[in-house]
């Protein structure tokens, strides 16, 4: 998201940055507010800019690269501007001998991106996880916060449709 | 008790590691990410040892010792496993030290070397990646093993919070701020990652490609710039006769640490531009003249002039930028041969309203505790000291402590960078530290957080005081210095509370015509909180120049002798009389330097013998001073660089500079050390304490300067305080006045358990004045003055070394967001500063730094310099001017690239 543009609530990025603010404000001086914080931005952004970030830094008194270095070390935090649904494909050990690497080929296939990267309608986002904790009903992927089980490599065009769809719909009732 | 290492008894005492004692006794361990500043990380593994009933292997960085204890660091499997560790490290990045600066001192090297590893079995992983961004550093990523001692260096040693680690897992990098280039950050480039860093990832760019480590030759010697006094190490190229690098020593003061200037700023000694022969100026131009044509000109001068018009028309200026030696030979030479008391220095525009105030109050005019003590106190009080530019590394300290737990109280007209570090950042008017403090004291008192038995004990006049300040309530203290009575309310309760406090103040207190008040004032307050002749408190002064203590030690001052003694006193006058062989010393009090520029214009001052002092650029009121300074018959100037005064100078004599000469300097908290000779001088330049030998010789006297340490013992003859400081006491370590003989140790804190100098402490009346000159309608801004870190005072050394003035390259006049809004002003634009004594022209740089009505800059560039607009009114007891506060106005000329500030803890934009 560029400056000026909207974004999907309507605020503008001038107007997310004075959320922002007060949003700090009312963490400040508690300790460990950083992730907290983080979590807001990411939230209110669909990423975290890096206005943001200078903001965080200077109204919570943390050095620039520990904000930073929280951001990039958890996956949670992305540095650029997502899709409205993030697709995270398990790669962990059960997964990935039901094939979740078909599954993920299939996803490039699908959206034309790689990894990290956004499809350009702004839709979705393909990122990879370590296990999710649903080893049972691998391979997984998750959606948002939806979780897909038993995926099959040919089931990959439905579920995106599904939420294609859904936009769709939405869109109908905005309109 | 008693370890075994590989089936050997060593001694160990509580609290040792297995690695301290292996190190101790010369037992090898490959070791990275462990040093003795950064702390125990046990991240990197490679100093694994086997230990006698313990599981696997233990690291031995953070292994405690234990009685009996069984260690084994060479048996094969071991030595397999440090093998292992080591190998792959080097697999990570690109490990080839071909052409690496640190080849011969990385400790990477040493573990290869030590292990026998020729190259990674594993394979290498190069990718390029350097950062050559920063004017003074270069990261080269394929180097780095991830140690961390960078990042602990930059967060936890100097505290300047630049460093740290991004990312995950195999991606795991350093990286500065938000991950940008070096240069682009808020790096301030102390090099302390540099100093730290085992391998060769992060190296100094200037002395890339000239030299490894061992090819040179290392002089220790102290640092030529602030008053901290900084313990240096020069590597000298003796083929080349110039320093290519310099490291910091790991000994107090500064335990390794130094800023930009120390580090890097070092060039200066080897310019082109150095003074290299005497110049004697006809038909208004400098020429080259040989040392006896020079010398027999300035003292036929003094010797016709005097003689027609008394010894008074000669005055001599030392220098807070001389050595000891040096100071003491110009004061020698002005008492003893031309018998008159007018030598002063630079200390009188800054410092002199200590000396005068702290001597007033406590019997003697010096910082009472040490740099290093800052790290035991519970409250530290910063007012009126940008300390993060001007002292670099005492600021260190004091973010290390705020860091560590203790309470950090800034109070400051200006948000300046320490203030982000502190708990409490107080905003007070220009020029209101007497009241504001005296409201403090008044609501101390009030509750009852004063140290009565302290009071009562170790002071002259407690109930006096306590009477007096009830005319301050924190309601008026508020209502003149702008801080709401709840924050004062806030501080004074911190204050009272606290059971340490040291208060840190620097020139915005002395730099008014309050000055002296001011300082007394800060007496006033430490004294009813009793936090004076304690270990982790007292007044501490940060003094601005290398050795403008020293200078003042030295009695380069128109009241005392070296050490103090009065010129006055017909006891001490005798004694210095009888010491240096010569009778008739004056017995008036001399001209203090204002006063001889003014008299100067009555022809009362004729011949002025300036030595380090660049006076036309410094003292305020450009336009006057030059006047001043034209109207003298006769100016001598000794100095290394040419400069706005020298222009106006009848001779100049090229001085040597601080590695070219053996002296002492004396830093800000009365540490006398020990400067060495480290490289040959350029042109025939000569060390001042020779010139005023060849002086006195041709006026008759033998003032017995052979040599600086002949010199310095012809003062220590005489000396009390530093009496019993020798060359040979102070060769690896400092020793702190006093040190009356050469039995005693030294004094790290005066005035010990509450007894003063002066027998009891004397509470002052301070009473508010306003400065000199307010804002008004025609001159509606206030202009402060000060430093920036990357400068140094009139930029003769730092603007003649290479890189400080890529980062730095013009001075910038400081306007806050609010006045800029109005003026339509933003940084870079160019805006004309007046005030009624002159007009500069310079960029501007928007900041929150200058609080609405304030603006800011410095007088390092002589093209731009504050000096042309700061006034010439001065405090009156000491004279120094009132360089914080003057009026101006300020007209936009044109437009400028818009610069915009990035981040919030930096000293640029």
């Known amino acids: 998201m560029s400056k000026g543009e909207k974004c999907s609530c309507g605020d503008d990025e001038k107007g997310l940055l004075e959320r922002l603010e007060e949003i700090i404000v009312s963490f400040k001086n508690k300790p460990g507010a950083l992730i907290p914080v983080l979590q807001a931005t990411q939230s209110l952004f669909g990423y975290v800019p890096q206005e943001a970030i200078l903001k965080i830094s200077e109204m919570l008194n943390e050095p620039l690269h520990k904000v930073h270095g929280v951001i990039t070390f958890y996956s949670f935090f992305s540095l650029k501007p997502r899709g409205k649904y993030l697709i995270r494909v398990c790669l962990g050990t059960a997964c990935y001998v039901q094939g979740a690497n078909e599954i993920l080929t299939a996803l490039k296939q699908q959206l034309s991106i790689e990894i990290g990267e956004t499809t350009t309608d702004k839709l979705f986002t393909l990122d990879v996880g370590r296990c999710f904790g649903a080893c049972g009903l691998a391979p997984i992927i998750m959606v948002n916060d939806d979780v897909h089980q038993f995926v099959k490599p040919s089931g990959v065009k439905k579920i995106l449709g599904a939420y294609k769809k859904h936009k769709a719909v939405n869109q109908e009732e905005e309109t | 008790m008693q370890i075994n290492i590989n089936n050997k008894s060593f001694s160990a005492q509580e609290g040792e590691t297995v690695l301290d004692v292996a190190k101790r006794n010369g037992i090898y361990i490959p070791t990275l990410c462990y040093h003795v500043k950064t702390g125990q990380a046990a991240k990197c593994r490679a100093c694994v040892v086997a230990v006698e009933g313990m599981r696997g292997y233990q690291t031995a960085c953070n292994l405690s010792v234990r009685e009996g204890m069984n260690i084994n660091t060479e048996g094969k499997e071991v030595k397999e496993a440090q093998r292992m560790v080591v190998d792959l490290m080097l697999s990570s990045g690109y490990h080839n030290c071909l052409a690496c600066d640190r080849s011969g001192s990385c400790e990477l090297q040493d573990a290869c070397y030590h292990l026998g590893i020729e190259k990674t079995t594993f394979s290498d992983h190069p990718t390029g990646r350097k950062d050559e961004s920063s004017e003074f550093i270069v990261i080269d990523y394929d180097k780095c093993i991830k140690c961390g001692r960078c990042v602990a260096a930059c967060n936890h040693s100097v505290v300047n919070e630049v460093l740290g680690f991004g990312f995950r897992g195999l991606e795991t990098t350093i990286m500065c701020d938000d991950d940008i280039p070096m240069g682009d950050s808020t790096c301030v480039q102390c090099g302390e990652c540099v100093q730290l860093c085992p391998t060769g990832a992060l190296t100094d760019k200037k002395s890339r490609g000239k030299g490894r480590f061992l090819e040179f030759e290392k002089v220790d010697t102290t640092c030529p710039y602030c008053g901290v006094g900084c313990q240096l190490t020069l590597h000298v190229d003796r083929a080349k006769n110039k320093v290519v690098r310099v490291t910091g020593r790991e000994v107090w003061p500064n335990n390794g640490m130094l800023c930009v200037k120390g580090r890097y700023g070092f060039e200066f000694h080897d310019s082109p531009k150095r003074l290299q022969y005497p110049m004697i100026k006809k038909n208004g131009k400098h020429e080259r003249a040989t040392w006896d044509e020079a010398l027999d000109l300035i003292a ?381 001088h350029p042109g025939e330049a000569k060390p001042t304490w020779w010139i005023m030998q060849e002086l006195g010789k041709r006026l008759g006297v033998d003032l017995k300067f052979t040599s600086a340490n002949a010199t310095w013992e012809d003062m220590r003859r005489s000396g009390t305080i530093m009496g019993g400081i020798t060359y ?182």
């Open chain 2, 300 to 680: 036929e001068k003094i010797k016709t002039t005097v003689a027609k018009h008394g010894p008074d028309v000669f005055s001599a200026l030392g220098s807070g930028r001389i050595t000891n030696e040096n100071n003491y030979a110009v004061q020698k030479f002005t008492r003893a041969v031309i018998k008159t008391n007018n030598v002063d220095h630079c200390a009188r525009t800054c410092h002199a309203p200590t000396v005068a105030g702290l001597a007033h109050a406590f019997g003697s005019g010096a910082a009472t505790n040490s740099i290093d003590e800052i790290l035991e106190t519970d409250l530290i009080f910063v007012i009126g000291s940008n300390m993060t530019e001007a002292h670099p590394v005492a600021s260190y300290y004091v973010k290390r402590a705020a860091q560590n737990g203790s309470k950090l109280i800034v109070c400051d007209p200006r948000r300046v960078d320490i203030a982000h570090w502190s708990d409490l950042y107080v905003p007070l008017r220009v020029g209101t530290d007497v009241p504001f403090l005296n409201g403090l004291m008044n609501e101390i008192l009030k509750n009852g957080w004063q140290d009565e038995e302290f009071m009562k004990n170790n002071t002259e006049n407690p109930e006096d005081i306590k009477k007096w300040i009830q005319d301050y309530p924190v309601e008026k203290a508020s209502e003149i210095s702008g801080v709401p009575v709840e924050q004062m309310k806030q501080v004074a309760k911190m204050l009272g509370e606290a059971k340490k406090v040291s208060v840190i103040y620097c020139l915005g207190i002395t730099e008014h015509t309050t000055g002296t008040d001011n300082v007394k004032t800060i007496a006033n307050l430490q004294m009813i909180l009793g936090h004076l002749g304690k270990r982790g408190c007292g007044v501490n002064p940060l003094r601005g120049q290398n050795n403008v203590q020293g200078a003042c030690d030295m009695g380069a001052l128109p009241n005392v002798f070296h050490n103090y003694q009065s010129c006055m006193d017909e006891k001490a006058i005798l004694k210095i009389e009888k010491d240096w062989g010569v009778t008739g010393l004056s017995r008036t009090e001399g001209y203090k330097l204002p006063t001889m520029l003014h008299k100067a214009t009555q022809g009362e001052t004729k011949i002025l013998f300036c030595v380090g002092d660049n006076t036309v650029q410094t003292e305020p009121n450009t336009a006057k001073t030059i006047k001043e300074v034209e109207s003298l018959e006769f100016l001598v100037v000794v100095d290394i660089f040419p400069n706005m005064t020298t222009e106006y100078a009848d001779v100049i004599l090229p001085d040597v500079c601080f590695n070219e000469d053996d002296g002492t300097y004396s830093n800000l908290d009365r540490r006398v050390q020990f400067l060495r000779k480290a490289v040959d």
């Open chain 2, 728 to 909: 040979e006491r102070i060769q690896h370590l400092g020793l702190q006045w006093p040190c009356p003989t050469v039995q005693h140790p030294g004094t790290p804190i005066l005035h010990m358990n509450g007894k003063f100098t002066r027998g009891k402490g004397l509470f002052s009346h301070t009473n508010y004045r306003t400065q000199a000159e307010l804002p008004d309608k025609d001159y509606p801004f206030i202009l402060s003055t000060g430093r920036r870190l990357w400068h140094y005072h009139t930029g003769t050394q730092t603007r003649n070394s290479v890189g400080l003035e890529n980062i730095f390259p013009e001075e910038l006049l400081e306007i806050s967001p609010v006045d800029a809004k109005k003026m339509k002003v933003k940084t870079g634009d160019m805006v004309k500063a007046t005030s009624r004594r002159g007009t500069i022209t310079l960029k501007a740089w928007v900041t929150d730094r200058s609080p609405e009505g304030v603006t800011w800059c410095a007088f390092h560039f002589r093209e731009a310099h504050a000096n042309v607009l700061t006034i010439d009114a001065y405090d009156d007891v000491t004279e120094t001017p009132e360089y914080k506060a003057c009026a101006i106005k300020i007209e936009k000329v044109r437009e400028g690239v818009e610069v915009v500030n990035r981040g919030f803890r930096q000293a640029r934009p």
